[in-house]
């Protein structure tokens, strides 16, 4: 038998970009993304906007152009004569902490969701993966049953606390021997987030009804009871953790390549894993006790936010936390106006929305190239 | 916190004495493994291998599947310690060094290199800059220099997700290539290449090997061993069963013992290096 050999013309040639079909190829598995300024001076203006109309949107209306203008009267830099005083104490005592909570709270969770997914090094990881949202439901559904907490302090204060306890508690537990990555964590967390659920159905049963009417609300998601002080006290964890995040944007691009190449680019993996972890638990925390369990935050924004700007933390980080604050006010703004005078929780927002988004990103893309 | 803190950095001030990080000389001995034994649940993986590796020498690792090669690789990469004996790189037990320093003194390439997000190639080989100090030009000029060397140029943009199992070895090289450290360690590295790749690869090793790195390559061919090495240490059932330049410890008898194959060793004409073909 004789083989027949090509003619060197004909041969295939293994150098990219010859032919149109392996261009086209090329060009399909090419990364392309939107310039980072870009992204940001738009997200900053789509985000400043939605702020304005959801400052001003709910039972009562008023107009934007008033919203401004008591802003600027109350930072002292405009003019406040002639607008009502029923008007300025809606929008200043009422609307702008819940709007600027919103923020704090959309932003924590997105930069978290981004941070845990490459930590993880699992598309799939979200906030709830390091037990702060099981943890943080647990405490405050006990803190409303066993105390009968003021949802203004105690019950934040305990979700808070409880959210890191049951962190701590993960890390504790599946604080790797010599050699263990990170996979279980997630196995652990998937049983202690059993575990917080067993406890939180525990106080929701023999909750009595007027308790179960706050727990669901709280459960659900919600601004609505945000006020000035909560605003302010939780302004340095939200701080603290953003700028922590952001400053190990470096460290989470390669840790995107696995903890043991990570180690052997210089990475002091243990500390990072552990700075990480304590900056996501701290923003989870401080998100979850005051505005409740919202999810899909931070399991979608930062995929879509890939999208865009690609997976490089220096775009990411920034930008889904831009993203994320945009989702949130929203659908705080949403849950106002759908049905009025009632209001609609928060979560019921983003997990719609959320939910048929992600089903769609994950059905787009057969082959996981997030 | 991105890059290695300046603290992590030895300092004269440091009490303890701290591993040197200076260029070594040729012909030093860079890395010294004396009597490294490796047990997991009372198994050993690796029982009693001694050996010196030497600036400006590439060492192959060969040996069959579950000798120990790349537990042996680990173990010199600082990824598990020892159970009993030494691996010291520079004068310094390896976990003795800090992740920074130690990473400006040698590299690693794994076998398996896969990621879940879409860096691209240029992103991906880049990331070997991480343990110096950035020097945008400098870096810049590393990685496209690393990047043509892998053969991956006009694949830059591309998305590592969408590579095949060959070309994300080559990207994974060429990041290796950017830490330039004076130890480097390969796992396998021509494991998923094509013929012309295997070689092209195994040329550059012998370039960093001209500019006075020491390399360890654990490799599965041996006649890829026999051309490119200075010297093979040969892994029987986790001890280190020859040692010496690869003409002379590649014999016909000892691969048959150890594989448990039949080898010849021919030397066809016009070729400086005789080559194994099973019988």
Known sequence: ?370 | MVRPDPETRPTPAEARPTPAEARPTPAEVVVRARDVTFAVDGRELVSGVSFDLRAGEVVALVGPNGAGKSTMLSLLSGDVSPTRGSVEISGAEVGEWKPGPLARMRSVMLQHNSSNFAFSVEEAVHMGRLPWDVDAEHDAALVAEAITDADLRGFETRDITTLSGGEAARVSFARTKVQTTPIVFLDEPTAALDLRHQESLLTSVRQLRGDGAAIVVVLHDLNLALRYSDRVLVFGDGRLVADGGPAEALTESLVEEVYGQPVRRVRPEGIDHPILIPV
């Open chain 1, 1 to 370: 038998m004789t083989s027949k050999v090509l003619n060197r013309s004909q041969m295939p040639v293994s150098t990219p970009a010859t032919g149109s079909a392996a261009a086209k190829a090329e060009k399909q598995h090419s990364v392309r993304r939107l310039p980072l300024l870009t992204c940001v001076v738009i997200g900053l203006a789509v985000l400043a906007l939605l702020m304005v109309v959801s400052a001003s949107v709910g039972p009562l209306r008023i107009p934007l152009g008033d919203v401004t203008r008591i802003v600027w009267a109350q930072l002292g830099l405009g003019d406040g004569s002639g607008l009502s005083q029923r008007d300025v104490s809606v929008v200043w005592q009422l609307r702008i902490p819940r709007v600027l909570m919103g923020v704090l709270v959309g932003a924590a969770l997105a930069i978290s969701g981004a941070a845990l997914q490459s930590l993880f090094n699992n598309p799939l990881a979200d906030p709830g993966i390091i037990g702060v949202s099981g943890g943080a439901s647990a405490g405050a559904v006990g803190v409303i049953v066993l105390a009968g907490g003021s949802i203004t302090w105690l019950l934040p204060l305990g979700a808070f606390l409880a959210g890191l306890a049951v962190t701590g508690l993960i890390y504790v537990l599946a604080r790797p021997g010599r050699n263990t990555g990170t996979s279980r964590m997630l196995l652990v967390g998937i049983a202690v987030g059993s575990g917080c659920q067993a406890l939180t159905g525990f106080f929701t049963f023999i909750a009595d009804d007027q308790q179960l009417q706050t727990l669901t609300f709280w459960q659900m998601g919600s601004l609505a009871k945000v006020i000035w002080p909560q605003f302010w006290a939780t302004l340095p964890v939200f701080v603290a953790g953003l700028v922590i995040i952001l400053l190990n944007a470096r460290t989470l691009d390669v840790l995107t390549l696995g903890e043991r190449e990570a180690q052997h680019l210089g990475l002091n993996v243990k500390r990072s894993r552990l700075t990480i972890i304590i900056a996501t638990a701290l923003l989870t925390g401080a998100a979850v006790a005051f505005a409740g369990a919202i999810g899909f935050v931070g399991l979608v924004v930062p995929h879509i936010v890939r999208i865009v700007v690609g997976p490089g933390h220096r775009g990411l980080l920034p930008i889904s936390a831009i993203a994320g604050a945009i989702l949130i006010v929203a659908a705080d703004c949403a849950s106002r106006v759908v049905a009025p005078p009632s209001e609609v929780p928060i979560g019921l927002f983003t997990a719609a929305v959320g939910a048929p988004f992600f089903l769609f990103l994950v059905v787009r893309m057969r082959k996981s190239s997030w």
